[in-house]
């Protein structure tokens, strides 16, 4: 067979897509050495019988199919991690010059949390803009902020929003004029906990280029024992290119 029985043990233990509820746990697992069989009894008094050959390639297809998962999640997150580092930095200019945040389009200064004003002075900033209202705009704030808004009687009474959509979103969508995402990735200047930029934002504010999307790739990795492995990357960069469709807010960190 070319595998022990606790390899086998540990396969069966891998495979998610045996047990079709995830309440039920599996109570023994029995090896048959002459039929090369595996019985898996489960605790709602089911019982499966697979051969070992069956186990260990399904379990080796649950592993791979979790790292192409895993890869597809980090590109994602690096693409979420660009268009933040160029929301806050300064922006290129074709002339080689540089163009800082502007100081006009910022709501506080670190020493408030965010609440029902700061947004509406957001809101503020985009009409003096001459932004127009039916663009749609975007309010990336971290855990601690959407905890925060979640506490605000302008958010939770059905006075100001539908009960159906607290109940479903925690922030009702379209709230004050944003659709709201929840972001682990924005910047601390001092320290997670103490003070956070979170970006409003309209899809004019960012320009983005992608020489080259997504692009997968299969190949035997010599530093796993010449395993395969999933390569997943990509060719791109943003840029800030209207500096008038994004503001910052500077808050606390903080309830």
Same mark, same amino acid.
């Given at each position: 067979?070319?595998?022990?029985?606790?390899?086998?043990?540990?396969?069966?233990?891998?495979?998610?897509?045996?047990?079709?509820?995830?309440?039920?746990?599996?109570?023994?697992?029995?090896?048959?050495?002459?039929?090369?069989?595996?019985?898996?009894?489960?605790?709602?008094?089911?019982?499966?019988?697979?051969?070992?050959?069956?186990?260990?390639?399904?379990?080796?297809?649950?592993?791979?199919?979790?790292?192409?998962?895993?890869?597809?999640?980090?590109?994602?997150?690096?693409?979420?991690?660009?268009?933040?580092?160029?929301?806050?930095?300064?922006?290129?200019?074709?002339?080689?010059?540089?163009?800082?945040?502007?100081?006009?389009?910022?709501?506080?200064?670190?020493?408030?949390?965010?609440?029902?004003?700061? $947004? !509406? =002075?957001?809101?503020?900033?985009?009409?003096?803009?001459?932004?127009?209202?039916? &663009?749609?705009?975007? +309010? #990336?704030? %971290?855990?601690?902020?959407?905890?925060?808004?979640?506490?605000?009687?302008?958010?939770?009474?059905?006075?100001?929003?539908?009960?159906?959509?607290?109940?479903?979103?925690?922030?009702?969508?379209?709230?004050?004029?944003?659709?709201?995402?929840?972001?682990?990735?924005?910047?601390?200047?001092?320290?997670?906990?103490?003070?956070?930029?979170?970006?409003?934002?309209?899809?004019?504010?960012?320009?983005?280029?992608?020489?080259?999307? $997504? !692009? =997968?790739?299969?190949?035997?990795?010599?530093?796993?024992?010449?395993?395969?492995? &999933?390569?997943?990357? +990509? #060719?791109? %960069?943003?840029?800030?290119?209207?500096?008038?469709?994004?503001?910052?807010?500077?808050?606390?960190?903080?309830?």
């Amino acid at each position: 067979m070319g595998v022990s029985e606790e390899e086998i043990r540990l396969a069966v233990k891998r495979l998610n897509n045996i047990i079709k509820n995830d309440k039920v746990n599996i109570t023994s697992i029995i090896v048959d050495k002459d039929d090369f069989n595996v019985y898996i009894e489960l605790e709602n008094g089911m019982n499966l019988e697979l051969s070992t050959s069956e186990v260990l390639y399904q379990a080796e297809e649950q592993v791979e199919e979790n790292k192409k998962r895993m890869d597809r999640h980090d590109v994602r997150q690096a693409i979420a991690d660009d268009y933040i580092r160029v929301m806050n930095a300064d922006a290129l200019e074709g002339d080689g010059t540089t163009t800082a945040f502007l100081a006009g389009q910022t709501v506080g200064d670190y020493s408030t949390a965010i609440d029902f004003d700061s $947004i !509406t =002075a957001v809101q503020e900033i985009f009409m003096d803009n001459d932004i127009d209202p039916s &663009i749609p705009k975007v +309010a #990336v704030v %971290g855990p601690t902020q959407v905890r925060k808004l979640m506490q605000l009687t302008e958010n939770t009474s059905a006075d100001y929003v539908r009960a159906q959509q607290l109940q479903q979103y925690g922030i009702a969508p379209g709230w004050l004029g944003f659709d709201w995402i929840s972001s682990t990735r924005l910047l601390h200047p001092t320290a997670p906990g103490t003070d956070i930029d979170c970006l409003f934002m309209t899809r004019r504010a960012i320009g983005m280029n992608i020489p080259k999307d $997504i !692009t =997968a790739r299969v190949a035997e990795d010599p530093s796993i024992s010449f395993a395969w492995r &999933i390569y997943c990357f +990509a #060719v791109m %960069g943003a840029v800030r290119v209207e500096d008038e469709q994004i503001v910052r807010g500077k808050f606390l960190d903080t309830l």
